[in-house]
Nanobody, 115 residues
């Protein structure tokens, strides 16, 4: 059974930082492209960042420099370090694992940026 379990979300003040984690089980983690998406209320889900098997990274618009995606294949975990958070970063953040036709999602973790 495949499971992607996100953690690390919460309430943070503008300018603050959070690190999200996504622990995977039931897949050959190191073979998968791992992604973080987010969905704000009333908006479409959007790509935040992606990391390939080899560690190459891609970031969605306006997040390069503030967000950093990384992976630890020994721990089957992908991370999203988020710095200088803004109220517009408020959303549910989802972990996604992709390999060919295999496409798995976590349940999401809420990030709220507010004073």
């Amino acid at each position: 059974q495949v499971q992607l379990v996100e953690s690390g979300g919460g309430l943070v003040q503008p300018g603050g930082s959070l690190r999200l984690s996504c622990a995977a089980s039931g897949i050959s983690f190191s073979s998968y492209v791992m992604k973080w998406y987010r969905q704000a209320p009333g908006k479409q889900r959007e790509l935040v960042a992606a990391i390939t098997r080899s560690g190459s990274t891609v970031y969605g618009d306006s997040r390069t420099g503030r967000f950093t995606i990384s992976r630890d294949n020994a721990k089957n975990t992908v991370y999203l370090q988020m710095n200088s958070l803004k109220p517009e970063d408020t959303a549910v953040y989802y972990c996604n694992a992709v390999l060919g036709a295999s496409d798995y999602w976590g349940q999401g973790t809420q990030v709220t940026v507010s004073s």
